[in-house]
């Protein structure tokens, strides 16, 4: 057999084997359908109570990292905030944004950019599932009674352009 032709049935074999791990690739993302950038391994991380890495465009100097929890619903991922906090103003100020998941013990990560989409009403239904998947359940409802009386909690809702 050619070498040109061993060369393309590897090739063949080998995209194959990649569509296989992922349900689709990132950079083939149709817009809307956010859901087939990630593979099963991916998904059932985003579906654990792992902290998460936002990053924030800071107004000067390096981006600002922080930890955050979220809750991803299959297409946005959801976070909660408080208004007198740094990410809050500088989201604010530049919407885009990224956010890491990682689990070292199965070498799997999950890495979002997009915008983000603050939202100021409806606070305690949206923060719900976050508290659901990291609060123990005795300390859940005081922990949303926290929220709906804060004033200056908000919702922030990263719409994903891509998903690596």
């Given at each position: 057999?050619?070498?040109?032709?061993?060369?393309?049935?590897?090739?063949?074999?080998?995209?194959?084997?990649?569509?296989?791990?992922?349900?689709?690739?990132?950079?083939?993302?149709?817009?809307?359908?956010?859901?087939?950038?990630?593979?099963?391994?991916?998904?059932?991380?985003?579906?654990?109570?792992?902290?998460?890495?936002?990053?924030?465009?800071?107004v000067q100097g390096a981006p600002q990292l922080t930890a955050v929890w979220f809750?991803?619903?299959?297409?946005?991922?959801?976070?909660?905030?408080?208004?007198?906090?740094?990410?809050?103003?500088?989201?604010?100020?530049?919407?885009?944004?990224?956010?890491?998941?990682?689990?070292?013990?199965?070498?799997?990560?999950?890495?979002?950019?997009?915008?983000?989409?603050?939202?100021?009403?409806?606070?305690?239904?949206?923060?719900?599932?976050?508290?659901?998947?990291?609060?123990?359940?005795?300390?859940?409802?005081?922990?949303?009674?926290?929220?709906?009386?804060?004033?200056?909690?908000?919702?922030?809702?990263?719409?994903?352009?891509?998903?690596?």
């Amino acid at each position: 057999m050619p070498i040109g032709t061993c060369v393309l049935l590897w090739l063949l074999t080998f995209l194959q084997a990649v569509r296989n791990e992922y349900t689709a690739l990132p950079f083939y993302n149709q817009k809307g359908d956010v859901s087939r950038m990630i593979s099963e391994k991916q998904a059932t991380l985003l579906a654990q109570p792992k902290t998460a890495i936002l990053g924030v465009n800071r107004v000067q100097g390096a981006p600002q990292l922080t930890a955050v929890w979220f809750f991803w619903d299959g297409k946005d991922f959801y976070l909660s905030t408080s208004k007198d906090r740094a990410k809050y103003s500088n989201m604010k100020r530049n919407p885009a944004i990224s956010l890491l998941v990682e689990d070292a013990a199965t070498f799997t990560s999950v890495t979002a950019y997009g915008r983000a989409e603050i939202i100021e009403h409806d606070i305690a239904a949206l923060t719900r599932p976050i508290i659901e998947k990291y609060v123990p359940e005795s300390m859940r409802e005081q922990s949303l009674t926290d929220i709906m009386n804060d004033p200056k909690r908000v919702i922030v809702i990263l719409h994903p352009e891509k998903i690596i």
